[in-house]
């Protein structure tokens, strides 16, 4: 599996397409492979949902709509048209009308949408609700890297309206309301993961930065551990959810995986606005055991989490380092019994660095550090959310243990110390 497609929420059920080659541990010819789940944590498999043998055209990565207006007048029984917009060089619409487990291609798979450049791909739709119109955005290379920015009042017709250029814009566009203080704002996104934030009018997207900044503090590109990150459509009470395809983790009948689904708001800094990220809540679900410590003085020599044998696992700690001037604490993971570990996660606190990236306290001086760790994967969450990484790490092959450590180089102040152990995502039947 490759990007993150189509993803969206209807009636109690989250839908994650996304692009598939079910013969090939490589890229080859695409399919829309299909997932669902009740609460975006225990997943089902489904079967292909777009098939190049019965649906017409390239079908790349892409994005996907709720029509609960019944805008597009393709409504046929009990359930809202759901449609997926995908293509090269032309953007071409298919629709379901059983909510979402079969499509068919609109108007025999026509061009709905022509964007400009040579080359094109790419489409994200999303419900623009001041003017009632339906907006799409879609990467193309006319002038260099960029988005073309279409409008529908049907999801049929389609109106070219903008195009925002800019170098860093490259494949797998997002585009996002999100509220910032109580105002609707616009977060465009590529697929690296790097955004600028601005308004949109229903017409033309508008921005005064010049530079972009990125979700996760490791961004990469196609084929590394965090790209093609999409949205869900019509989510509950409005919350944005992404999803992000990790392209280094592979077994022997299978390649890529998706990353664990993140909430993400906008926030305003003393630096402008940013995009915090955190684990959805319903991570909760999948906790199995827990083990706990009270606030205390943490010294050299004297580890914490000894006795926890883990393979998945979510770790929240908190410090209090307003009053260290020196010193680092270092989460070991899959430790053994040797002295190795699989991988660190380090805070120096004369630095104020989180694996060599600035990351302040708040102002009380409390930091707050979480841990996703999985077979292949590690997701890093800190400071509230400003600081999220997304890896894979090949834990079984490098580890010669399931311990963890959390260790230190000067006396520091453990405020809080959790870690739960996950279950399967997977029903036993997969």
Known sequence: MNDPNGMLHYRGTYHFYFQHAPDS??????????????????????????????????????????????????????HDPIAVFTGTQGVRMFYSLDGGMTFAAYDEGRVIAQPSGHESRDPKVVWHEPSQTWAMVVWSDDNGNGAD?????????????????????????????????????????????????????????????TEPCTITVNPGGAGGPYYAAQSFDNMPDDRVVTMAWQGLNRGSVWTGNASFPVQQRLVATPDGPRVFSLPVDEIASLRRSTTSYDAQLVTPGAPLLTEVDATSYELEATFDVSGAVDGSFVFRLRAGADGSSAREVTYDVSAG???????????????????????????????????????????????????????TTAPLRLTSLTLHHLSSIWPTSE
């Open 25 to 78: 541990l490589v890229w080859d010819t695409m399919h829309w492979g299909h997932a669902t789940s009740a609460d975006m944590v225990h997943w089902e498999q489904q079967p292909i949902a777009l098939d190049p043998a019965v649906h017409p055209g390239e079908l790349w990565s892409g994005g996907g709509v709720v029509d609960g207006r019944n805008t597009s007048g393709l409504k046929d029984g009990d």
């Open 149 to 209: 920015f279409f409008v529908s009042p049907d999801l049929r017709t389609w109106e070219r309206t903008d195009r925002y250029v800019a170098d860093w814009l490259f494949e797998c566009p997002d585009f996002t309301p999100m509220m910032l203080d109580g105002v609707v704002t616009w977060v465009l996104r590529d697929g690296r993961g790097s955004y600028v934030v601005g308004d949109f009018d229903g017409r033309e997207f508008r921005t005064d930065w």
């Open 353 to 407: 660095t989180l694996d060599g990236v600035p990351v302040s306290p708040d102002a009380d001086g409390i930091l707050s550090v979480r841990l996703l760790v999985d077979r292949g994967q590690l997701a890093i969450f800190a400071a509230d959310g400003v600081y999220y990484a997304c890896y894979n790490v090949d834990f079984d092959t490098t580890s010669t243990g399931n311990g963890v450590q959390l260790t």
